[in-house]
């Protein structure tokens, strides 16, 4: 696999030890401790810490899914305990997911899911070519359990929640491009300029094509 991204690098050691040479000495006794980020969740449909959800949840950060390589919900079943995502033998484009061993094997489009899978809060009724990258993610909250409370119908395994990255005012360009056998060639592109100080622009581009075995998609 390839990978092109734009990067800024950044070198907080430097700017930590600058700021202590500057610093008084009796000023560094001031520096507060680093300790662990804060993980935000919107689980019961309002933002709060992940320790405060009073529900089982495996919350994903974006740096998280790209670190472990996670481009999709097949890729999630080794860092989410009790969850089982798989391609359907009958249609590769469909996902089939089990939460705790409730879920739905049946790849026809007349059933309905168990386990609920929403996409900045939309949900999305059937699994039929859902086994496709998402670009632009900002996280991935997978619950856990009967979430019919919140929301409503299907999730009796669970739920998934998608959260793409906010038009933040910050350009940013995101990239890359996979290369495999059968000429496989995976392209997914994603950018984002600000226009004015309140207005911002994105869009993502994805491209998958194969020979041979595969089909081009």
Known sequence: ????????????????????????????????????????????????????????????????LETRGIQGLTDLQADVPGL??????????????FVRGIGQGNDQITYDPKVALYVDGVYMARFQGLAVEVAELERIEVLRGPQGTLYG?????G???????????????????????YNQTDVIASMAAPVTDTFSVGGSFALYRRDGYGKNR
Request: hydrophobic share 45%; no cysteine; proline share 8%.
């Open 1 to 64: 696999m390839y990978i092109l991204r734009a990067v800024f690098p950044m070198k907080p050691a430097l700017v930590a030890l600058t700021a202590l040479l500057a610093a008084p000495a009796g000023a560094q006794e001031q520096l507060s401790p680093v300790g662990l980020e804060e993980v935000i969740v919107t689980a019961q449909r309002r933002a709060e810490s992940l320790q405060d959800a009073p529900i089982s949840i495996v919350a994903l950060s974006g740096e998280t």
């Open 84 to 97: 089982i995502p798989s391609r359907h033998p009958n249609s590769a484009a469909t996902v089939r997911l």
């Open 153 to 157: 119908r299907n999730t009796i395994g």
């Open 159 to 181: 739920a998934i929640k998608y959260v793409t990255r906010p038009l933040d005012g910050e350009a940013r360009f995101d990239g890359h491009v996979n290369i495999g056998s």
